[in-house]
């Protein structure tokens, strides 16, 4: 290896110079070109949550745990999910929060585990309780509680959440979009005849959801009338009630564990409710528990549900959200189990069901509607640079396969402001599912180097899916350029100090 000692004060100097500039601009020239996104403004922030208890928030929290299924959704769908460090065991939703660390049930949290995992914010929950609260508190633990009673609370939580992480942005967007939702089927339900309904959350004995629930308030707004909303929140009815409540449509909670489909397995098999309108009609409809009993993003998804399932009543023919049929499930009594909470979370793959009676054919044939709708994306992992074109197959497939409507699908490349949307049109006529169709999106050039998500959203006839896959941005060595630029310099100025010295 060559040494070189230099002699020269002033060539030390203008090398120490270059050095100083070489460094100056690597920084300057990596953050200006990665355009890196900064988050909104959270330190000492004070809020009052739920509870009215006032919070302070001193910084924009980096660790996050939730004691709650829905806490965790929230999180989430507002893009705060990689600041999650530890969930319930009830935790589900979406596939990622069963990766996390599981820090005990909703209402039997471990203290130990939560301090190990050294959060700096825990969004709790009413079934906490009063002494996790307190514990935690005592611990110099911020902990925000959140306990929405309606459908405006929720929203109201969800851009609460919003301000305290950081994601206001995005926060807004969410809550946005499921208001203009909700408006849509307030509007087509504005003016008609509304079904009895009865919502059902177990079997043995009955619980169902009453008035100041935010089921109750979800069954008004997708067109129905709570055959119970003179009960006060959750309670049981006995059978003899149920059957004189006469309901016109049955929508049974489904989920619960091991119980599986057992509550709606005994609302069709159960020979005393035959007698019952919306059993001899056909009209009991199963519904995914943690979708209809979670206060969170989900809750619209549940309403649009409902709304399809009461549909018939209102004449509708076209735009009516509507669940997969599943198979036929044998009807046989079940065996008596543990009455559960009402307000538990259950772990369940979503499985609607529905028994609902045919809509009367016209005099031509129709075109078959709807029923599923499914997408995927591959590859589900991509390294890249800014600036590269990358290829994705999108998979749809949906049911009938007699459906020949126009698949729409919404792609959506990068994160923290610097995502790019490409939306596509796939035809279906003359097709067999599944189908593939091939994107060619560009990694936007200002995207710094990171982990991000790319989102596909299929959407048609108001039923839609979603996929994502996982996109690895690198860096694009700007240092490494900087650093020979700066060496070169400094060889051209010791080249010239040489022939000046001879």
Known sequence: MIKIKIKNEEMKKWIAIIAA???????????SSLQIPVR?????????????????????????????????????????GNRVVGVTEYCNYPEEAEEKPVVGGVSTVSIEKVVALDPDLVLGDELNGEETFGRLEELNITVVGLNPVNISEIMDDIMLVGRITGEETNATALVANMTQRMEEIKNKTRDVKRPTVAQVTWHDPIWVAGGGTVQNELIKIAGGENAFSDIKD???VSLEEFIDR????????VGHGAAGTEPYKYILSEERLKVVKAVKNDRVYAIDAD?????????????ETVYGNLSEFFNVTDEVPTATPSPAITTTSPTPTATPSPTSEPTVTPTPLSTAAPTPTPATTPTPTLQSLSVDINPKTVT??????????ITANWAPVTWNGDIQAKVEVGAMGISKHYNHSIPTEGLEPPINHTIHP?????????????????????ISDTAETELNVETPGFETVLAVVGLLAVTYLLRKNSLKNK
Do not use: C
């Open 442 to 462: 560009t990694i936007p050039e200002n995207a710094p180097p990171a982990t991000y998500k790319a989102k596909v959203t299929a959407m048609a006839d108001s």
């Open 40 to 80: 909104a403004e959270t330190q000492g922030l004070t809020i009052t949550d739920d509870f009215g208890r006032n919070v302070t928030i001193e910084e924009i929290p980096a660790r996050i745990i939730s004691l709650s299924p829905t806490n965790t959704e929230i999180l989430f769908a507002i893009g705060a």
């Open 21 to 31: 500039l070489t460094i100056v601009l690597t920084a300057t020239t990596a953050f």
């Open 291 to 303: 979708v209809i009993s979670r206060a969170g993003p989900r809750i619209v998804n549940a309403t």
């Open 246 to 253: 006469n309901p016109d449509v049955i929508i049974v909670s």
């Open 384 to 393: 890249a640079k800014p600036g590269d074109t990358i290829e994705y197959t």
């Open 234 to 236: 959750w309670h049981t």
